[in-house]
């Protein structure tokens, strides 16, 4: 095979709207999205929610809103209509009765009356059907008698049963002897002993179609041509073939992809049994939780891409139009492959430290107002430079710079003033040289304050850590902060003189107590 379409490019992402996206289900839109952009062809979303009995509107708009903050926004699909539509598998279920019912007629499928029905030698009542299976089981018989199958009912038996109002499912006529061989673009060849196969149920008793059915169908309705979707499906990959075959239509080209595994290597990343990081910390596995705790697009987009594909050389880091320059189908990989979260942790803090700073303050006032802050956007410009190369999330201004943006101020108390090594009197007398030294400044900026306070390391014998650690957690309050200086320099002199005031105040009342017997 080749990585060369042969046919415009029609990819799709057909996700199954149960609550927010997977951060899987985002790499699946992802690879979709890259290799259709790469052919000028479409990306199509479409929503597969034939397995709910109500259609969940918050559920589509979530998974939407992850697909958009990642920029993966599609050319076909809910809102932005398109000439294939209705793109909502559950505004469709006409179209698949009907496809369902030529399967039937065409000998392909039967009318299954038997599926829901309980096997006669069973009881319903609980306990008495344990009390059943004990007996059965002491005698060594089979613990349940499968119904007959209907696979192979006359027409007027089938006409019959009708007419009597029993209701049915349709089950797909699998070949009961040989092999189902299919061609895979990542595995190529892959053969299924078709006695492992089962007739599958296509549609269902209250009309929905399932998987099977319905994505066969949409796939060429919709003349998708290629099936970019997770491993997890190939189990029932020759059923979909024969479905294909029984149709008589051209197949389109599928890709299984590799999942992303827990960092251990051992199963697939799911939100039920959440990964732990290598500090035991909860790594999420949600896209609403990653926006949530301040990742950028850019930097999960880049992070993603490099989960089962490669960039081709030995980069890392490399922007959207480029992956797109490149993206092919050749070098995903076949092999699942552990979650490498500590890599979208360093790339993230890339992307932040490479932004405008325009851009970055941009990103940064929804994360402050969602924290309750007031922003003034001038103000933030200002910060930023201060943030830029130390945080590696949005959200790390807050606990690093958040008490810029607060009118009160919480004061630190003596045993966080007291820097490793100092004493209470020690720390005292390092903010009085100080306040005298800052009380008497008249340029209070950065380089200023700097030049000012750093001969009084040697003066006092402190190291810059300790001295500038004292008088950070002064005006900041706060052990972790921006720079000491160029926090001092926004703050401005009457504020840091105030508050290192009220530091010395702290420290000598801390002197002044009696010493506990
Ligand atoms: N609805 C299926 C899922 O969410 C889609 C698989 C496919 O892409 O065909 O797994």
Known sequence: MTDRPSRPVRVRFAPSPTGSLHIGGLRTALFNYLYARRHGGSFILRIEDTDQKRFDPTALQTLMEALQWAGLQWDEGPEVGGPYGPYVQSERLAIYQQWANWLVENGKAYKDFNANTRPADVPFDKEARKQAYREKAARNEPLTITPPSCRDLTPDEVAEREARGESYVIRFKMPQSGETIVQDYIRGEVRFDNQTQQDAILLKEDGYPTYHLAHVVDDYLMQISHVMRANEWLPSYPLHAQLWWAFGWEMPIYVHLPVMLNPNGKGKISKRNPP???????????????????????????????????????????????????????????????????????????????????????RLKPVLEKAGYEVNA?????????????????????PMAGFLFREEFIPATADLLIQKKMDAAQTAMALQRSLEILSALKDFSTAALQEAIQPLTESLGLTNSQLFGVLRVAVTGQTISTPTFETMDILGQAVSIARLKQALETLRSSLEKPIPA
């Open 276 to 362: 732990k990081d290598k500090f035991g910390n909860i790594i999420p596995v949600m896209v609403h939780d990653y926006i949530a705790a301040g990742y950028l697009p850019e930097a999960m987009v880049n992070f993603l891409t490099n989960i089962g594909w490669n960039f081709g050389d030995e980069r890392e880091k490399f922007t959207q139009a480029e992956a797109i320059e490149r993206f092919d189908l050749d070098r995903i990989n076949e092999a699942n492959s552990a979650y490498p979260v500590e890599k979208l942790q360093w790339l993230n803090g890339e992307y932040i430290r490479e932004m405008e700073p325009l851009e970055l303050a941009k």
């Open 378 to 398: 001038d103000f933030l410009l200002k910060v930023v430079p201060l943030v830029q190369t130390r945080i590696k999330s949005l959200n790390d201004i807050i």
